[in-house]
């Protein structure tokens, strides 16, 4: 069977449960404490020497550790990633938007202030990476003007990919009422039907 190794609070690993509940694929989910360490045991390093999840286990032997290459391999052959060249390669385009533009600015000070409660909303670090992640938000917002999803007019793991950390954004001191667009976007996606929760 295939193994996810999760954690409770990762938007990553939620965007893969996302995606292996749309597809209706069965696998076992299995949660470390990241905070005790348990993705640093010689057992976890084995299977991810750089001591992240999430990971994808296939019952075949396939061990996947980017969360992106995970979203884009479940998704072959699926309405998820279009078949056309195109369609493609705008998927594709906001898969690697997110783990350069969004990703680190998103989850990490929703890290520092919500979940570790090592830094204050408005601390130096914060700040920073808030204001990168502005500029991103800045990009999806003009984007979306007038569109329900990122690429080619469906949902796809392009939405999937940056669904997670950008609805977990104020948890890290994110503002979103200057992005409209955006916060549509968000409402549009956690009223999907299909649409899980972060647990």
């Not at 976007?185 to 647990?199: F, G, M, Q, S, V």
């Amino acid at each position: 069977m295939t193994i996810l190794y999760d954690s409770r609070n990762s938007g990553n690993g939620w965007k893969i449960r996302q995606l292996l509940s749309l597809l209706g694929l069965p696998y076992e989910r299995r949660i470390l404490d990241l905070a005790a360490g348990e993705s640093r045991t010689p057992e976890f390093l084995a299977i991810n020497p750089q001591a992240r999840v999430p990971v994808l286990r296939e019952a075949g032997g396939l061990v996947l550790r980017e969360s992106n290459a995970i979203l884009a391999h479940l998704a072959q052959g699926t309405p998820y990633l279009p078949e056309g060249r195109a369609a493609r390669a705008e998927v594709m385009q906001w898969l690697f938007f997110e783990q350069f533009d969004h990703l680190r600015n998103f989850a990490r000070p929703r890290f520092l202030v919500s979940l570790a409660r090592s830094a204050a909303a408005d601390s130096p670090e914060v700040l920073a990476l808030r204001g990168q992640g502005a500029k991103a938000l800045a990009v999806m917002e003009s984007h979306l003007a007038g569109r329900d999803y990122l690429a080619g007019g469906v949902y796809t793991i392009a939405d999937i990919a940056l669904y997670p950390y950008t609805r977990l954004s104020p948890m890290g001191g994110y503002d979103l009422q200057p992005y409209p667009q955006v916060r549509r976007w968000l409402e549009h996606i956690a009223a999907r039907p299909d649409t899980i929760a972060l647990p």
